[in-house]
T-cell receptor
Framework: AQRVTQPEKLLSVFKGAPVELKCNYSYSGSPELFWYVQYSRQRLQLLLR??SRESIKGFTADLNKGETSFHLKKPFAQEEDSAMYYC?????????????FGRGTSLIVHP | GAVVSQHPSRVICKSGTSVKIECRSL??????MFWYRQFPKQSLMLMATSNEGSKATYEQGVEKDKFLINHASLTLSTLTVTSAHPEDSSFYIC???????????FGPGTRLTVL
């Protein structure tokens, strides 16, 4: 079965410091990977998807198939980045779409 | 992206009563919707996949008689928590899959408190 691991429950940094939120997955095929973010009192929303290879709000994430990782990075954290971040994997099996989420990492950026 | 709404946003009920939560896709016809449960400071737990016009697919460990899902139209799925107990208190979130890359769009969630 597929699995997503976010080893850090909490990550605390100061404004301007680099940030890396770790995500490892287990799946033998080629998964679709995403990062979702949930700001305080807001709904979950998509931040990044690996297939787009995009940078959103200064965040990037590279899929490393060898290490089965999809870490989220930002070179200079901002206070407004404080939120809960979820790494997610989705795959299609037998015509069914199966989403799996990591437990989430709470990012706190101090002024 | 797609817009998903949920109603109510919060509900308080007595133990033993049933509660219905609605999830609407406002601008997209969703043949599939997902229901999650989120515990405080924890991850999302996928409860079930709601399929329009057919039975929902429940994840292991989720009681289908306890959590009734109905997806009668392409824009509405409902989750009914039957005979609710305090341990059912949680944050329930629905989502739809939208777009070619499989990303999900989420509703704002419903806070259920069972007294």
């Amino acid at each position: 079965a597929q699995r997503v691991t976010q080893p850090e429950k909490l990550l605390s940094v100061f404004k301007g410091a680099p940030v890396e939120l770790k995500c490892n997955y287990s799946y033998s095929g080629s998964p679709e990977l995403f990062w979702y973010v949930q700001y305080s009192r807001q709904r979950l929303q998509l931040l990044l998807r690996h297939i787009s290879r995009e940078s959103i709000k200064g965040f990037t994430a590279d899929l490393n198939k060898g290490e089965t990782s999809f870490h989220l990075k930002k070179p200079f954290a901002q206070e407004e980045d404080s939120a809960m971040y979820y790494c997610a994997l989705s795959l299609t099996s037998g015509g069914s779409y199966i989403p799996t989420f990591g437990r989430g990492t709470s990012l706190i950026v101090h002024p | 992206g797609a817009v998903v709404s949920q109603h109510p946003s919060r509900v308080i009920c007595k133990s033993g009563t049933s509660v219905k939560i609605e999830c609407r896709s406002l601008d997209f016809q969703a043949t599939t919707m997902f229901w999650y449960r989120q515990f405080p400071k924890q991850s999302l737990m996928l409860m079930a996949t709601s399929n329009e016009g057919s039975k929902a697919t429940y994840e292991q460990g989720v009681e289908k008689d306890k959590f009734l899902i109905n997806h009668a139209s392409l824009t509405l799925s409902t989750l009914t928590v039957t005979s609710a107990h305090p341990e059912d208190s949680s944050f329930y979130i629905c989502s739809i899959r939208y777009g070619g890359f499989g990303e999900q769009f989420f509703g704002p969630g419903t806070r259920l408190t069972v007294l």
